[in-house]
């Protein structure tokens, strides 16, 4: 037999349940939201340190408090939240396959919205070499481990990376009583923001060696020490730990979506997505870090609200599938979300998010199409690597649906 929903949400993190508290009561059907651990809320469920509910909630909250607010409000909205389910497979443009301890069901729903989030490159994908102990972690297990299985994970760690993600990671260690002795990163200075790089140095003591990268691990049953590289002399040394922590190098969990056969993206490896959140499926929507691998998770959970109005519009008959023009970045930015323009609609937030593998202090954002220049912009932030940089979408305002697909490049 076949489960029907008005809206079946896959993934339970903020953007899932934000979407979820946002859709539920205004459907005229169950919203269900999917999500394959044992409690819903996402990566913050484990991330415990404030930060999080700035920009949606209006709050300065730690990571397990913001993750039951979300879950609470879906709830408390009629969303429907289960857990302990993983969506196995399709067998329909809108109908899919999950296990759960109840078994193997059939959901079909009138319209799905992909909310699966990103994770960190793991070791073997970053092609590490060197010995293989135990001790080399990312963030989010690291988290888990901690704050979930209050299990300890060493006394000296080194961060590979230096950007949002690995003060987040510096701090898990100090609660696990793990001295951070180190944090690397290939790039010229650290990719976090600047205030927190300050409080990071100053409050939390951590060394940052930039322009280094990480070419070996030696220990044998578990992490004796790593070897550095100096990226511009080829000097090496070895520090002496017994945890490693690889931070960032997200890719979204996009395999969902690639098994429904949706329109990929080749930058962001997410399924592409117009300015309201539509993939080349009609009827299906996805939202948050799947297709901006990866941002902070309120700006994921505000997707969950921008996605409302394309979602009723579709089961009324009334959406259509991501197919406008294309946009397309030159080097050093490496994507752009989302990726089909439609003028009808601004993205979420007003703002066009962006990747760059360069630092540009004073940016200037030019939009062409057709051959010609169409918009020009310039932020007062600076572009960098490690963190979303965003641009207003008025870049856009003269662009023409009929005229071909537009790049957005940074001017020399």
């Not at 709830?75 to 109840?102: H, K, L, N, Q, Y």
Request: aromatic share 4%.
């Amino acid at each position: 037999m076949i489960e029907h929903v008005r809206v079946a949400i896959i993934g339970g993190g903020p953007s899932g349940l934000t979407a979820a508290a946002a859709l539920a009561g205004r459907v005229g059907g169950e919203v269900r939201v999917f999500e394959r651990e044992v409690e819903a809320g996402g990566i913050p469920r484990h991330s415990d340190h404030p930060g999080y509910g700035i920009r949606d909630l209006k709050r300065f909250i730690s990571g397990p408090d913001y993750a039951r607010r979300l879950v609470r409000s879906a709830v408390d909205a009629g969303a429907v939240v289960e857990t302990g389910t993983m969506v196995t497979g399709w067998s329909g443009p809108r109908r899919f396959e999950i296990t759960s301890r109840r078994g193997r069901r059939e959901i079909e729903a009138d319209a799905v919205v992909l909310a699966t989030g990103a994770r960190e490159r793991p070791r073997p994908a970053r092609r590490i070499p060197g010995d293989r102990p135990d001790g080399v972690l990312t963030t989010g297990q690291l988290q888990n481990l901690v704050h979930l299985h209050h299990r300890g994970v060493g006394s000296r760690a080194v961060v590979v990376g230096a950007e949002l993600v690995s003060w987040s990671a510096v701090l898990t260690l100090r609660e696990a009583g793990c001295e951070p002795v180190l944090m690397t990163t290939e790039h010229p200075k650290s990719e976090s923001y600047a205030a927190f790089r300050l409080a990071g140095r100053l409050g939390l003591r951590v060394p940052v060696a930039t322009r280094t990268r990480l070419v070996s691990i030696a220990g044998r049953g578990r992490v004796e020490s790593v070897t550095l590289e100096d990226i511009d002399t080829g000097r090496r040394r070895v520090v002496a730990c017994d945890t490693v922590v690889t931070t960032g190098d997200w890719i979204p969990d996009n395999e969902l979506a690639r098994a429904a056969g949706l329109r990929m993206d080749r930058a962001t490896r997410g399924p592409e997505v117009d300015m309201s959140l539509a993939t080349s499926q009609e009827g299906v929507f996805a939202i948050g870090n799947l297709v901006h691998p990866v941002d902070t998770a309120d700006v994921a959970a505000l997707d969950g609200r921008h996605v409302v109005e394309a979602v009723l519009r579709s089961l009324t008959g009334d959406g259509t599938p991501a197919t406008g023009p294309r946009l397309q970045i030159d080097a050093p930015l490496r994507w752009i979300s989302p990726q089909r323009l439609d003028l009808g609609h601004a993205p979420s937030r007003g703002k066009l998010l962006l990747w760059s593998d360069e630092l540009v202090r004073f940016p200037v954002v030019v939009a062409e199409q057709g051959g010609r220049e169409i918009g020009r912009v310039r932020p007062p932030w600076p572009c960098a690597p490690g963190r979303v940089f965003r641009v207003p979408f008025r870049l856009l305002a003269k662009a023409d649906p009929a005229a071909g697909d537009v790049t957005v490049r940074l001017a020399r």
